[in-house]
C-alpha cells in the first residue's frame, strides 16, 4: 500500500521521507562541492570564449563602423557626383532646350532669307527684262544718235567744204616759208600768172613764196586787164594747176615737181597740164589759181 492508513503509518512515512531528502540534499552539496572546481574551470573558460568574441564582435563591428563610413563617405561622394552630374544635365539640358530655340530661329532666318532670295530672284528677273527693254532703246536711241551724228557730221564737211571753197585757196606763214625752202634750188625759173579776182590773197601769198625763192615772174600776156599790180593775168578756170607747154616740159619738170610736192604737202590739191605745142604760144611755166571747186 502506498499510503498509511493510520497516523502512525503516516509519522513513519513523513520521518522516511524527510531521511530521504536531508540525504538527497547532503548528497547534492557533494556533488556540488566536488564539482564547483571544474565549474570554476569551465566558467572562466566561458568567459574567455565571450570576451574573445566579443573582442573580435567588437572589432567586426568597429571593422563595419569603418566601413559603412567609407560607404557613407563614398555614398556622400557619390551623391555629391550624381548632385554635379545632375546639375550638368540640367544644363546640358538648358543648353539644348537655347540650341533648340536657336535652332528654329535659324531655321525661321533661314525660310524668311529664302524668301527675300526668292523675291530678290524676281525682282532682279523683272529688273532684267526691264534692263533688256531700256538695253533695247538705249541701243535705238544709240544708233539714232549715230544716225544724227553721221548726217551732222556730213552736213559739217559740206559746211567745211562749203566754206573753203567761199574762203578759197589758203596758205599759212609757216606752210609758205616751207614750200619758199623747197622752190629755192630752182630759182631762175620763169614763171606766168592766171588768177580769179576772187583769189587775189593767195595770188599774192603764192607770189611771195616764189619771190623769196628766186622765182622769176613775167608780165602777164593776156591783156592789159591785170590783176595785184601787173602780178597776173586775169582767168575764169577752176582749180589750181601748172601749165607747161610739152615741148618744154623736161626743161620745167623738176621745177613743177618741186612746185606741186611742196603745195600738196600743205594739203592743197594741185595739177598739171601738159598742152601741145599749137595749143600754146608761150614758153614758159603758167600758174593756173582758178577758184577752188
Known sequence: MLFPGDDAGWLDFFGALYIWFTSLAVLCTAVALIASGGIKRYSDRIGNAQRLQIAEAKERASKADERAGKANQSAGEAQERAAKLETRASEAEARATTSEAEIAKANAASKQAVAKVADAEARSAEASAKAEVFRLDIAKANESAAQANR????????????????????????????????????AGTEFEFFANPDESPFLTVIDKAMEEAGWKRLSPSLGPITLGNNKASILYIPGLFVEVREDMLSRYFPAIQAFINGLMQEGLAVKANVVKKESMESTTLHIVIGRRE
Open 151 to 186: 548726217v551732222a557730221e556730213q552736213e559739217r564737211l559740206v559746211r567745211v567744204r562749203i566754206e573753203e571753197i567761199m574762203g578759197g585757196w589758203r596758205l599759212s606763214t609757216e606752210a609758205r616759208a616751207r614750200l619758199t625752202e623747197r622752190l629755192k634750188p630752182f
